[in-house]
RNA sequence: GCCCCCUUCGUCUAGUGGCCCAGGACAUCGGAUUCUCAGUCCGAAGGCAGGGGUUCGACUCCCCUAGGGGGUACCA
């Protein structure tokens, strides 16, 4: 049975690198019936845990990458958090001082400083001297009395090589002989990341390691911990961490601003501020950050968009298909075609995506995601009433791929605004009704409108026609003043799908508003 | 400094010695279609980091250089 497993920290944020970590543990995982399972490292975390984990698990549930044990849903291995794990740490620390496979270091700060340094002027890699190891009670003592304080160090083989066969990379050789004596248990008795690592994922079961790449190089402090316990190794599999827009850096919440300087990057998220702003959200880069997974919950993207651009961020099936499910997605998935590069997150790319699988949602479907943004908005009722959905169909419908996010319903809040309180976009008045003296033909159109019966899109485009050929004008002096009139904008759906879901009454007043506003 | 990893169009990638004067996708730029917008269709431009080998033949194998990343913490 494999079992993987996703370790965040709780920080309060779930990040897109680590989303896609993640999802591929995930894949693995459940590719093969296995397991996967979210563990919390918290062990640095003083307070508020709970609530800095919030995001992540909300997150992670958003995108239906849906864990086997863990926080919330329990599990045999249970507890799933590192800090309620420190007993079985500190054994294990025992169980390495009692094989002389770590020791008592009693070295300053300073003492070791001094050894580094010289190592660096000799052009040589730094190895302790282990002048302050203290194997015996003895030795212990002695240093005690000098007053000096202890860590727990690993001891670690000053010779021969390892070979890790990683799933994604291959064959990786190491020197022992580089590796430091890390430390494994503080001064104070707190355990290191490393040795808690090794520990709970012995523990919990693990039998496949799926972590970022900025791990392999402390593989082999973690092969020996695991070792030294007598643990059967883990497989391990680096993945190639994600990369900002344009560049090989790693992607990092912090750095939102410079991102914003990519034309891509900030059209991606002046269209979501737009819509945050609209249903009321905080828009702070601590709250509101393309680099974090909330963003395009908030915006309206569909999880299933984000997983399929992710899964091929750093994975291909071939050369051609793009396009998966995440039912394709399990069925195709493999670390041997893992990419071992870094590869840059792209959201222009995401967007074609999100577009791509948008276009193919029921409208059943889009109704459901679009309604909480006109009622955040309070554009609509909470319950709605009952002509909303299906009017919202029609709308959706006469939309067709013009929504690509969820909250880009807010941009036809036309269709749910009561007439008096039409906005009208200045420019496109002026240009459109104002400037191409359109207000006699809107006058007469408008008693056509009147007469037309019924109020549906095939016959308003008939009446259209007519008009235009009785008038002799081209179809575009009227109908973009009809729009503007009717809508407040230049842009729009087909106009002829407008003016019928708005209905007679409503076409009517707007236009009459619209000549009374000249 | 030392150790490890990585390097194909702007970006994501296919490519495991001849199928490649390198294929697809996003983005870009043209053109067509439409009442605007979105889309759709057609087309264009754009790349094997550099240098040495090996080989009849190298994007593919080897070496070197350069660039990027990670580790080298009583951080995770």
Redesign the pocket.
């Known amino acids: 049975m494999i079992r993987t497993r996703f370790a965040p ?1 709780p920080t309060g944020y779930l990040h897109i690198g680590g989303v896609r970590t993640a999802l591929f543990c995930w894949l693995f995982a459940k590719k093969s019936g296995g397991k996967f399972i979210l563990r919390i ?1 918290d ?2 975390q003083q307070r508020n845990v709970e609530q800095s984990l919030r995001p992540i698990l909300d997150g992670l549930r958003w995108l239906g990458i849906d864990w086997d044990e863990g926080p919330e849903v329990g599990g045999p291995y249970a507890p799933y958090y ?1 800090s309620q794990r420190l007993e079985q740490h500190r054994a294990a620390v025992e169980r390495l001082l009692a094989t002389g496979a770590a020791y008592h270091d009693y ?3 300073e003492e ?1 400083q001094a050894e ?1 340094e010289m ?2 002027r ?5 190895v302790y001297s282990r002048r302050f190891m203290a194997e015996t009670a003895e030795q212990q003592a002695r240093f005690e009395a000098e007053g000096r ?3 727990v160090r690993l001891k670690m083989p000053r010779e021969g090589k390892l070979v890790i066969d990683d799933l994604v ?7 022992w002989a ?1 590796e ?1 004596d ?2 494994v248990q ?3 008795g ?1 355990c ?3 040795l808690a690592s090794v520990v709970d994922d012995h523990d919990l079961a693990i039998t496949h390691v799926i972590r970022a ?6 593989t082999p402090r973690q092969v020996f911990i695991a070792r030294s316990l007598g643990y059967e190794l883990p497989e391990y599999a ?1 993945l ?2 994600v ?1 900002e ?6 992607l990092s919440k912090r750095k939102l601003a410079k991102y914003l300087k990519n ?2 990057f900030a059209q991606r998220f002046e269209h979501g501020r737009k819509i945050a702003q609209t249903v009321g959200l905080d828009t702070t880069p601590e709250a509101f950050n393309p680099v974090i997974v909330d963003f395009y919950r908030q915006v309206g993207y569909l999880p299933e968009a984000i997983i399929n651009y992710l899964a ?5 099936l ?3 298909t ?1 396009h998966f499910t995440r039912q394709e997605l399990l069925e195709s998935f493999s670390l041997d ?1 893992v ?8 959201p ?2 995401l ?2 995506f999100q ?2 699988h948008m ?1 193919q949602l029921p409208i059943e479907q889009k109704v459901a995601m679009v309604l909480p943004y006109l009622q955040k908005a309070q554009l609509v009722t909470a319950p709605p009433p009952s002509n909303v959905e299906p009017k919202l169909a029609t709308i959706l419908q006469a939309a ?3 929504i ?1 996010t969820a909250g880009d319903i807010l941009e036809y809040d036309y269709f749910f605004l009561p007439d008096d309180r039409l906005h009208y976009d200045d420019k496109a008045f002026d240009k459109r009704i104002r400037k191409a003296d359109a207000a006699g033909l809107l006058a007469k159109f408008k008693n056509q409108l009147a007469a037309a019966e019924p109020f549906d899109t095939e016959t308003l ?1 008939k009446l259209m026609h007519e008009f235009v050929a009785s008038e002799g004008i081209k ?2 002096r009227i ?2 003043a009809v ?1 503007v009139a009717a809508t407040g904008r ?8 407008t003016l019928a879901i708005l209905g007679k009454p409503s076409c009517l007043r707007r236009i009459d508003r619209a000549l009374e506003r000249l």
């Open positions: 920290s490292d062990t640095d590192q070295a300053t700060p070791l580094r190592a660096q000799e052009k040589r890699s730094f304080r202890p860590v990379r291959g064959q990786v050789e190491f020197d580089q430091q890390h430390v503080r001064t104070d707190s290191l990341y490393h790449e900025e791990h392999l190089s402390n680096h190639p961490y990369a827009p344009g560049s090989k850096n790693k034309r891509d091929l961020l750093g994975w291909s071939d050369d051609k793009e075609r990419i071992k590069s870094p590869a840059s997150f792209d222009a790319k967007w074609a577009d791509r276009q067709g791929d013009r690509k485009e179809i575009g109908i973009h729009r230049s842009i729009g759906l087909g106009l002829f799908d």
